[in-house]
Each structure stands twice: as C-alpha cells, then as structure tokens.
C-alpha cells in the first residue's frame, strides 16, 4: 500500500512545517497549501487521505473547507486547527463534519494519536445490523446516521425513551468508527456515589483520601482510545458537571491527589432519556456543557413509531430466549398475539417488548403464544387506527446540524427576551457571530 498522503492548508509557514516534519516522520507524504484559494486547486489536482486547515486563512476560513470537503470530497477526514482555548470554534468545527481538531500550540502526542486514527477510516469497518433490526424508514434513517457519526469524531447525544436501544446505537457508533479495536466504556451517571464520582472519572493517586491504598486508573483512562458512554447524563451533580467540562476541553484529567493533568484520547458519547434543554433552563445543568455534548443529538425513535417492525423483532427475542431456554424450535406468535401486540403502545419500548415475550414462553406451551400468553397490561390505552406520523431525520448531517443550531439559538433568544447580547452570552459566543449565525440560519 502507498504511503498516506496528507493536504496541510495554514498561512504560517512554521505550523506547515512542523506538520510536515512530523507526519513525514509517522510515514506519510505531506502536501502544502497557503490559502483557502490554494487548497481548493490541490483537491482538484489529487486524492488526499487526510487534510488538516487552520481556522483562520487569508481568503477564508477552514470551516468552508470542511463544508466544501463535505460536498465534493465526501470520506475525507479532516482536522481544523484552532486558537488554543476556542472551544466555541472546535465545536463549530465539528459541527460543520470535520473530524477533529486540534488546538495551537499542537501537541504532537496528541497530533500522532489523531492521525492514527483518522488513517484507520481508509481501511473502513465491518458493517452489519448489529443488532439494530427492523425495515421501517425511521430505521433505516437512523442506520444511514449511525454511519455518518461514524466517521466523525464529534460528541455526540442520544436522546430517546427509556427502551429505546440507546446504548445500542451507541455501541454501533463505536464499532463502526476508527475506534473500534479500543474500549467501548459504559457508565451509568445515576448509579455512582456523588463522593465517589471524581475518583471513579479520573482516578486516584494512592493516599490521596482514606482508603486509597493504591494507584486507580479511572474511566477515561480506561476508555483510551475508543469510547466512553456516559448514559443518564443528566444525573451528573453540578460539581462533577464542572470537571467533566474542563475534561472534555481539554481532553486531560487529573486524577484525585495528582498534581498534573494526564492526556486522554477518548470519544464522548452521552445519553438520556430527561429533556437535557429543560434541565439546563431549570438550572440544574450547565449550559456550556450541555452545548459541549450535544454537538450532534441523535434521537432514539420509540416502538410506537415503529410498529412494523413488531413481527420481525419479535421473532428475533423468541429466537434469543428459546436457545436460553434450551427449547428445539422458538415458540410462534398466533394471529390474535401478534394483533394485541401491534395494538400495545409499548411505553417501555422493546426492553418491554423482550420483558413481555420473556414471560409469554414461561406461561405458553413452549410450541404456540396467544394473546393471552401476553398479560399486557389492561390500564394502557391501545394505539389509535390512524397512521404514525414518522418523525424526519435529516438525510445529510450539515442540515441536521443546522437544526440542531436554530434550536439552540431560539431558545436563548427566548430565554433572555430576545436580547441578542443576553443570548450570545447563553451560548458563548461573541455577538457579532450570533447576528452572523442569525442571518445565515434565516432566524426571525
């Protein structure tokens, strides 16, 4: 195979050059381009495997590159080079499709580690359902999602009902990217002592606190290199909602007793089944973080939406629970099962789906299930005769990320009254790119 060929666009011939000299270093070929006008020429010429842009160029800005990379170099992975501390400019970045981002003055530790990975996107990924199944459009969507976030090393958020198979799409998110052979870190946010969460995060230096008696390693550093999914994020208490922020900035941690902060390359992904906005007006949420991790949200859909995919998905859990059970054959739904079962609205989603089927081959004759195997539930209103409105998901990840700005905005705009020097502020951004964001968006 030859060797990788990088596109570097910065106007300071310094920063082009310790780019070149460490990437030719890591093995690959480097091409230079001093302008956005220049960068444009060099795509035309040739086929990049990874670009890296400085935010700030003579004719432009890198955010166009990303969009015109995007559009017409759709695959290419690239990385926008920001001021040291802009983290409105890093998300702004990762929110147009770059890939990452890397802050001034670079650190080369961090530089290596993010080629590596960009560079593990040629090879590509094994694609299969795992275990996302179902053929109704809001699925099909939510594949086509699932493999764009893929791709990007955005954070990103999964909102959705409880039951709704968020972990899931989470864990493909992470078995799809670059990340894949590296750690996928499930943590439930609610479950963890709030005295003990700093030491569970970060870890702890031995003596640091009673009963530490040695060295922990804590759940970023177990993450290295893949994913940590921070599901029920909402449950975060202030205090610890204030060091994951400064974590997520800076991509560091301090362990508890330490004195320095310890690199982390890790990919955030967080969940909730709570209305994160609603939280963050109440007060009980920071707004700057939750702007942090809801860079991209990605939103379950529920069963009810969904009800097609009742049948096939039912026959995949009696499948699951009939090897359990050590049954020859799975037991079939009759006909009256399956009418009762596309009627039930499921407020639990398919986790109550496998609950109930789980029960059904229990109370059945182990070869046929009939409606009243089920013992749904008698006080949950069936679902209305009238079609389900099926949701859109944005076909192209610029658009939805556009959505998820407008949102974003209007709601500091009605939160302060629609004083725009109030709501810059909300959102942390400079009025001048708020009346910029304003007018591109179309936002009356």
């Known amino acids: 195979?030859?060797?990788?060929?990088?596109?570097?666009?910065?106007?300071?011939?310094?920063?082009?050059?310790?780019?070149e000299i460490t990437l030719s270093r890591m093995g690959l070929r480097t091409v230079a381009a001093g302008s956005l006008h220049e960068a444009r020429a060099r795509l035309a010429e040739q086929s990049f495997d990874l670009c890296f842009t400085d935010m700030r160029l003579p004719d432009g800005n890198g955010i166009e590159l990303?969009?015109?990379?995007?559009?017409?170099?759709?695959?290419?992975?690239?990385?926008?080079?920001?001021?040291?501390?802009s983290a409105q400019a890093a998300v702004e970045s990762l929110k147009a499709g770059a890939f990452d981002f890397v802050s001034k003055p670079i650190d080369?530790?961090?530089?290596?580690?993010?080629?590596?990975?960009a560079l593990k996107l040629r090879a590509g990924t094994a694609a299969d359902d795992g275990g996302l199944l179902g053929d109704t459009p809001v699925i099909d969507a939510l594949r086509a999602l699932i493999e764009r976030l893929a791709r990007s090393q955005a954070p990103v958020h999964i909102t959705g009902?409880?039951?709704?198979?968020?972990?899931?799409?989470?864990r493909l998110i992470h078995s799809r990217s670059p990340r894949a052979d590296a750690p996928f870190v499930p943590v439930n946010c609610g479950a963890i002592p709030a005295e003990l969460m700093e030491s569970e995060f970060f870890g702890h230096l031995k003596g640091s606190f009673s009963g530490?008696?040695?060295?922990?390693?804590?759940?970023?550093?177990?993450?290295?290199?893949?994913?940590?999914?921070?599901?029920?994020?909402?449950?975060?208490?202030l205090h610890m909602q204030v060091k994951l922020l400064r974590a997520l900035q800076e991509r560091a941690v301090r362990p508890v007793g330490g004195e320095t902060e310890v690199p982390v390359n890790v990919r955030v992904i967080s969940a909730t089944h709570k209305d994160l906005g609603e939280l963050t007006a109440a007060g009980s949420f920071r707004q700057d973080l939750?702007?942090?991790?809801?860079?991209?949200?990605?939103?379950?859909?529920?069963?009810?939406?969904r009800q097609a995919d009742i049948p096939l998905l039912a026959e995949a859990i009696l499948s699951r629970l009939a090897q359990a059970n050590g049954l020859d054959h799975p037991p079939k739904l009759d006909d009256s099962a399956l009418g009762r079962l596309r009627d039930y609205p499921f407020p639990g989603n398919v986790r109550e789906l496998e609950n109930v089927l789980e029960r059904a081959v229990t109370l059945s004759d182990g070869s046929r299930i009939s409606a009243d195997d089920l013992r749904l539930r008698s006080d949950v209103q069936p679902i209305a005769a009238a079609p389900v409105a099926v949701p859109a998901i944005a076909s192209d990840l610029e658009g939805q990320m556009e959505d998820i700005e407008r949102r974003a905005i209007i709601e500091a705009l009605e939160k302060s009254r629609y004083n725009k020097t109030r709501a810059a502020a909300l959102l942390g951004m400079t009025f001048r790119s708020l009346r910029y964001r304003i007018k591109k968006l179309n936002i009356e």
């Open 212 to 237: 530490a008696t040695r060295d922990k390693a804590g759940l970023f550093q177990a993450a290295e290199g893949g994913t940590l999914f921070l599901d029920e994020v909402g449950d975060l208490p």
């Open 161 to 170: 009902e409880s039951g709704t198979g968020k972990e899931l799409v989470a």
């Open 290 to 305: 939750y702007y942090r991790l809801n860079v991209i949200e990605v939103r379950t859909p529920s069963l009810r939406d």
């Open 108 to 117: 080369l530790g961090q530089l290596r580690k993010l080629v590596d990975t």
């Open 1 to 19: 195979m030859s060797k990788a060929l990088a596109l570097i666009v910065d106007d300071e011939a310094d920063i082009r050059e310790l780019l």
């Open 66 to 85: 990303v969009g015109l990379i995007q559009k017409k170099h759709a695959g290419l992975p690239v990385a926008v080079i920001t001021a040291y501390g």
